[in-house]
């Protein structure tokens, strides 16, 4: 098992570059009865079938990879599946050799739906490791989301067999500088952290690296408890494990990354006023709306407020789904600014509908606590409400600029 583990764990491998909406799976691993992999795609739309997506497994240096599977011997396999259908793809792990390579699944599709849950293959990839007949242990292979920064925890503690591993692919065309930093944790975890001395390496397009922290980037890692942090020049994607010794040998887990480019929590909005008896929504939780202007988009429950316009002269803002929001009075910059968590919580919340007024000096600065139908709280507060005036009705159409802040 040791052998296994050295081999999957070293070995890089270049590929290809890959088009915007493909996916890789960073490693898949077969061989001698010891390791399968099981890869399972599955369709979450209930409308839109999925047809033109095809699974590719890649050897390391990116040719074909012929392997025995469920479905057949082969290196590519084609994704068709219905609404909510399920795909299986399992390795036999009867190959002569232990062997590592990857996998990509390239999407192809034509079609076009407004709605998020088309067009989106699942995927899920787990390797089973056996000892002979004997299931030991399931290791999760997570298909990273690219970023040019992130963290993640590390335990180490070579002399005791607990070691932490990283991969990392290029996905950008041109030469990636990644640069790694530790920051170990002290006893206890309220003084100055202690950052050791960076480490820095090159990718060229669409290569990988794998291998122990403690090996070649950080050879005096023997023992160490903290985080990584890495930054990139361009964008990567990342699986990092933790081995820990067991009475079988040893198990793996995923660690699990933060990717700092994805924590903004913060935005401002446009919400266009909507026709008479039709409605606008938005997402609190991902700072998103609805260009549509439809706010039943088989989203399944997400919208958290709707802009609804009731007839010429009546326009709200309309709490849906469960979300609750507490009306907080004008609010300057500063002042919005510094509403925390804590104050938040501590408000009173309802659905209760909020009335945009004819005049939009009377909307400014308008501040909201919510809670979103996640059970997140946050705030938001209108900071522009432009108007206009049909001049055959006199009727004014009002648009929303919001500011909003969520803590996830």
Known sequence: MKRFIVFLMLLGFTCPLFAHGDKVIPQVADGQGIIRTIVTLYNISDEQAITLM??????????????????????????????????RVETDGNSQQLTAGYAVIVDNEIG?????????????????????????????????????????????DVS?????????????????????????????????????????????????????????????????????????????????????????????????????????????????????????PLDLDNLISDYHGNSDMGEGGNWDLAYVTVDSKTRQLVPQNGATVAPLGVMDDKQFDALGLRYLKGQSYSTGLI??????????????????????????RIVDAPNSVDVRTGAKTVHLTIEAFIFR
């Open 54 to 87: 095809v699974l590719k497994f890649k050897h390391q240096d990116g040719s074909a990879w012929t392997l025995a599977t469920n479905q057949g011997a082969a290196s590519e396999f084609s994704v068709n599946l219905g609404p909510r259908q399920t795909m």
């Open 112 to 156: 076009y739906s407004p709605y998020s849950v088309d067009y989106v293959l699942g995927i899920s990839v787990v390797y089973e490791i056996r000892s002979g007949n004997q299931l030991v242990d399931t290791v999760s292979v997570s298909v990273g989301q690219p970023t040019n920064s992130f963290v993640f925890p590390v335990d180490v």
């Open 160 to 280: 005791h067999n607990l070691l932490a591993g990283f991969a990392i692919v290029n996905l950008n065309s041109n030469q990636n500088t990644i640069n790694l930093t530790t920051r170990e944790s002290t006893n206890p975890p309220t003084g100055k952290i202690s950052t050791g001395t960076p480490a820095q390496f090159v990718l060229g397009p669409g290569q990988q690296r794998s291998e122990f922290l403690h090996q070649n980037l950080f050879p005096s890692m023997q023992k160490f408890r903290g985080i990584i942090e890495g930054v990139s020049s361009g964008p990567v994607s990342i699986l990092a494990l933790q081995q820990t010794p067991a009475s079988v040998g040893v198990q793996y887990s995923t660690l699990t990354p933060v990717y700092r480019d994805a924590l903004r929590s913060d935005t401002r909005i446009a919400i266009f006023q909507p026709k008479v008896g039709e409605s606008t």
């Open 355 to 380: 009335s945009i007024s004819d005049n939009p000096d009377a909307n400014l600065n308008l501040a909201f606590g919510v809670r979103t139908n996640l059970g997140q709280f946050g705030k938001f």
